[in-house]
């Protein structure tokens, strides 16, 4: 069965330093998310990718977090710096179409703690 | 705001009874809503879905109910197992297919 794939599944940085997760969609899935869940919480939306292009990032602080999808396919979410209140799972998840009414298939997210 | 919530954090079951998960909509508007399930350390995975149109959904041991006079949520789980102890969330779609809200989760344990 077909999986979303994420690295690293566990990151440990000190803040002020950069950080970067990785993401690999379904195959074929022209839509990925990032999703930001703190322990306890629901995930909470940061962006969203049609192909290559961003559709929504109103919820991505953008002073120090970017996204990007260059090739359509897998994604890189970066933080810089990081600050201690960006402990959290970072999920990604894809689709395989534009609306949010297609079922998201999420990986298994990457785990940050900063320190 | 709008926001989707649930009533109970944590909900204990005895091996073989059925579950009720429930959450509670504000937002009129929505008409899709969502189960995952999340094990720790895992992703969210989907369930089962409802749009506003249905108010009853089966799929294999579970059921989503969606009541919308009362704007209410609920996934019942059959012959509840070990294997589904979890988190589980109920999220929400507006009609204008704005992003995905999710709700704070419900915890389920399953006594043997």
């Known amino acids: 069965e077909a999986e979303v794939a994420q690295s690293p599944r566990y990151k440990i940085t000190e803040k002020s330093q950069a950080v970067a997760f990785w993401c690999d969609p379904i195959s074929g899935h022209a839509t990925l998310y990032w999703y930001r869940q703190i322990l306890g919480q629901g995930p909470e939306l940061l962006v969203q990718?049609?192909?290559?292009?961003?559709?929504?990032d109103s919820q991505l602080p953008k002073d120090r977090f970017s996204a990007e999808r260059l090739k359509g396919v897998d994604s890189t979410l970066k933080i810089q710096p990081a600050e201690l209140g960006d402990s959290a799972m970072y999920l990604c998840?894809?689709?395989?179409?534009?609306?949010?009414?297609?079922?998201?298939?999420f990986g298994p997210g990457t785990r940050l703690l900063v320190l | 705001g709008e926001s989707v919530g649930l009533h109970l954090p944590t909900l204990s079951v005895q091996e073989g009874d059925n579950s009720i998960i429930n959450c509670a909509y504000s937002?009129?508007?929505?008409?899709?809503f969502i189960w995952y399930k999340q094990e720790s350390g895992k992703g969210p995975q989907f369930i089962i879905d409802?749009?506003?149109?249905?108010d009853k959904r089966q799929g294999q041991r579970v059921t989503v109910l969606l009541n919308k006079t009362v704007k209410h949520l609920s996934l019942q789980i059959a012959a509840t197992q070990p294997g589904d102890s979890a988190v589980y969330f109920c999220?929400?779609?507006?009609?204008?297919?704005?992003?995905?809200?999710f709700g704070g989760g419900t915890r389920v344990l399953v006594k043997p």
């Open positions: 937002n009129s508007a929505s008409d899709y």
């Open positions: 990718f049609q192909d290559e292009s961003v559709v929504d």
């Open positions: 409802i749009r506003s149109n249905m």
């Open positions: 999220a929400e779609v507006g009609a204008a297919g704005n992003k995905l809200t």
């Open positions: 998840a894809s689709s395989d179409r534009r609306t949010y009414q297609e079922t998201q298939y």
